[in-house]
Nanobody, 114 residues
Framework: QVQVVESGGGLVQTGGSLRLSCAAS????????MAWHRQAPGKERELVAR?????NTNYADSVKGRFTISRDKNTVYLEMNSLKPEDTAVYYC??????????WGQGTQVTVSA
C-alpha cells in the first residue's frame, strides 16, 4: 500500500519562508513524477511545482523565482521563499507512477499573514 505523508506547513508572515517535505513509501521502486499542488478556500486545486525522475521541473507562473522543488528518491521538498498572503492554501503532495496512477497525501496547511 502506497502512503504519501506531508509535513512542514504552518503560519508565517509575509516575506517569510517555509519548507515542505513529502515522503512516499510502499511497494513501488520509484515514482515517475512527484508534485505539489495547493487549494485555497473557494478555489480549485492547482499545480504548484512538479519534478520528474529525470530531474526536470516545472512551476506555476505565480511561484516561479520564489519556490524551489527538489527530490531525493521518493522524498520531495518544496522550499518556499518570499511568501505572500495569496500563497495561503492547503498544500498536497502527489506521487505519480510510470503507468499514471496518482497517490495523494492528506495535505498540510500553509498560512501567510499580511
Amino acid at each position: 500500500q502506497v502512503q504519501v505523508v506531508e509535513s512542514g506547513g504552518g503560519l508565517v508572515q509575509t516575506g517569510g519562508s517555509l519548507r515542505l517535505s513529502c515522503a512516499a513509501s510502499g511497494p513501488i521502486f520509484t515514482f515517475n513524477a512527484m508534485a505539489w499542488h495547493r487549494q485555497a478556500p473557494g478555489k480549485e486545486r492547482e499545480l504548484v511545482a512538479r519534478i520528474y525522475s529525470t530531474g526536470n521541473t516545472n512551476y506555476a507562473d505565480s511561484v516561479k523565482g520564489r519556490f524551489t522543488i527538489s527530490r531525493d528518491k521518493n522524498t520531495v521538498y518544496l522550499e518556499m521563499n518570499s511568501l505572500k498572503p495569496e500563497d495561503t492554501a492547503v498544500y498536497y503532495c502527489a506521487a505519480r507512477t510510470a503507468w499514471g496512477a496518482n497517490y495523494w497525501g492528506q495535505g498540510t496547511q500553509v498560512t501567510v499573514s499580511a
